[in-house]
């Protein structure tokens, strides 16, 4: 155990009129200031450059401003000093969710079928009917989270199956991924989907043995029948964004990243920022072309709305660039993979190996032109062609233009080829660029599903964490909720545990040679997705002069054993030494 007590605070260091002290290294004699609060007698998990433990901490004016021993911390206790009395629990830096489509609007107002207590295909049908029983004909029914993978029949929901629940309204029903989902038969008709319509640019209407839509649309083909369902209201969208926050709070989550807004979405943040009630720090992506002729467009959204602007405020609320698809999903088996898909884990799907969902030279134009102009970009990429193409791209366009920090992205990159992991790890190295943001949590909500398409022998190599540190790259952790739960606990069990969600085929199909322990699974929800976010000098970490981002949990994540992490609870969560939640215990 490392204890460490340092009473000299960076503020006072950079202050113009202390560049004395700099010099002489002096102690300031405003060090003893009492504290705000103090968190004394814990485990104190700092996520420092040593992963020390220590057992307090003293917050002053939002930031942390001793780290050590509770007899070391009590002297910073004054008249009006809260006093914590941790009784032993572990504290961490607040989780951060590197990426998560941050609003809960669709679990409030639409069909929600991401629940894992649904096994059947009639089970799914009965939420649909409990839904369109409150409904006058005619209107939309809309829904997500549903998953083949989690039903005893393993097939896809079909117009066939919705139709038997809602016939006189149009359904539409996006899948847990995200990449597909299901229409009925009313809603084909409204969007003339017929068996003689063809398959869009990069999408594929799914069919049947004779080229009858079944209703599945994936991909660009999603658009045909969403562009028809009415958007949820702007108040709607508020409550889903207040909610998310609360929810994130009460599990010791204090950050995220959100991929993809348009400045509907960014206007709302401003709003919570000024209101007061945005106690989630946000770094927003804004969504980016998939065509060359957007291109300009997408630029000139992101610089009307640098990135330094952030930063230079409370780093509450963070315009950090663009996002950008290269491909699509391991669940729709549309992800650009090297060779074909597998299917029910040693079936070959024959002559399908996805497909990009950018022109790939499209796609290079565009982001050489973004990193030209300085914006940060990160891509959604999951299939091995589809990471080669992306760290390929930015390798080139840092060799013709090196710039250091601009700390461009790889969503998701799960399953990166060895080629691709050592250039990630040199592009870390020498810019500060290629970062995955990667998915633990799809190893178990949609583990059954990814293990059966990826087949045995490219299962090892999915989510290869262990490889990754042993190379020197670093990642964020990230939940991609509404894909899977977004709870922190949740993506540092499965970093470590590698399980899936229902054993469909085993409980590890992915092996576990690429788990990682604890320590490090913390540091990808920490320091390192406060990298991510360009801010690890203020966040990430339990360190003197950082904001106090601070969760307290039921347990110690470091001692407990692995299936008790999932379960952790978390008691008290800080953001900038405020308190956002505190359970019924505290
Ligand atoms: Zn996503």
């Not at 002053?60 to 000093?81: C, E, L, M, N, P």
């Not at 043995?209 to 562009?227: I, N, Y």
């Not at 050489?368 to 589809?386: F, K, M, P, Q």
């Amino acid at each position: 155990m490392h204890l460490r007590f340092t009473p000299l605070r960076r503020g006072d260091l950079i202050a113009a009129c202390c560049a004395l002290v700099l010099l002489t290294g002096e102690r300031t004699p405003h060090a003893q200031v009492p504290a705000d609060l103090v968190l004394i007698n814990g485990s104190v998990l700092t996520v420092d450059n040593r992963d020390s433990v220590a057992q307090a901490v003293a917050i002053t004016g939002g930031r942390i401003t001793a780290v050590g021993t509770t007899d070391q911390i009590k002297t910073r206790i004054g008249s009006v000093t809260e006093v914590i009395d941790l009784r032993g629990r572990a504290v961490t830096p607040g989780l951060i969710d590197s990426h998560v489509h941050f609003s809960e609007a669709d679990a409030l107002f639409t069909v929600d079928l991401g629940d894992a207590s649904i096994k059947t295909i009639a089970e799914a049908q009965k939420r649909v009917a409990d839904y369109v029983a409150r409904l006058k004909p005619g209107e939309w029914v809309r829904g997500r989270g549903w998953d083949e993978g989690k039903y005893a029949e393993q097939r896809y929901l079909t117009a066939a199956d919705l139709d038997a629940v809602a016939p006189n309204n149009p359904v539409w029903l996006t899948h847990t991924t995200g990449h597909y989902g299901v229409a009925n038969t009313y809603a084909m008709k409204m969007a003339e989907v017929r068996k003689d319509t063809k398959d869009p640019p990069a999408g594929t209407i799914d069919r049947s043995a004779d080229g009858s839509p079944t209703g599945v649309m994936k991909e660009s083909a999603m658009g045909l029948v969403s562009r028809l369902v009415p958007p949820l209201t702007r108040d709607q969208q508020k409550l889903g964004l207040v909610k998310i926050i609360k929810d994130f709070n009460q599990e010791g989550m204090t950050g995220a990243k959100d991929p993809g807004i348009g400045q509907a979405k960014w206007e709302l943040y401003q709003e919570l920022l000024r209101e007061g009630r945005l106690t989630v720090r946000v770094f927003a992506l804004w969504s980016g072309a998939r065509r060359l002729e957007d291109r300009a467009a997408v630029l000139a959204r992101a610089q009307a709305n640098p990135r330094q602007a952030g930063l230079a405020g409370d780093g509450m609320l963070i315009s950090g660039g663009v996002k950008m698809y290269m491909d699509g999903s391991g669940g729709a088996r549309t992800a650009w993979m090297h060779d074909d898909w597998n299917k029910n884990l040693t079936d070959t799907d024959t002559g399908n190996a996805g497909y990009p969902s950018t022109p790939p030279e499209e796609y290079r134009q565009i982001v050489t032109e973004l990193h030209h102009a300085g914006v940060h970009v990160s891509t959604h990429a999951i299939g091995d062609r589809a990471i080669d193409w992306v760290i390929d791209t930015y390798d080139r366009a840092l060799e013709a233009k090196p710039t250091r920090g601009l700390r461009h992205g790889l969503i998701h990159g799960n399953i990166p080829t060895d080629r691709a992991i050592d250039t990630m790890a040199r592009l870390q190295r020498d810019h500060d660029a290629a970062y995955p943001d990667a998915s633990s949590t799809f190893m178990w909500w949609i583990g059954d599903n990814y293990a059966g398409n990826f087949g045995r022998v490219r299962n090892q190599r999915l989510d290869p964490f262990k490889t990754f540190t042993r190379k020197g790259v670093q990642w964020g952790g990230g939940s991609d909720y509404p894909v899977t739960p977004f709870p922190g606990r949740y993506g540092l069990w499965a970093a470590v545990a590698r399980e899936t969600l229902n054993g469909t085929f085993g409980a590890t199909p992915f092996g576990t040679a690429e788990s990682v322990d604890i320590k490090t699974a913390l540091r990808s929800y920490t320091i390192w997705a406060a990298k991510t976010m360009f801010l690890e000098d203020r966040i990430g970490s339990i360190e003197v002069d950082k904001d106090a981002d601070l969760a307290v949990w039921d347990r110690n994540p470091y001692e407990v054993a692995t299936a008790a992490l999932k379960d952790m609870r978390c008691e008290l969560t800080l953001v900038r030494g405020k308190v956002v939640y505190r359970g019924a215990s505290r």
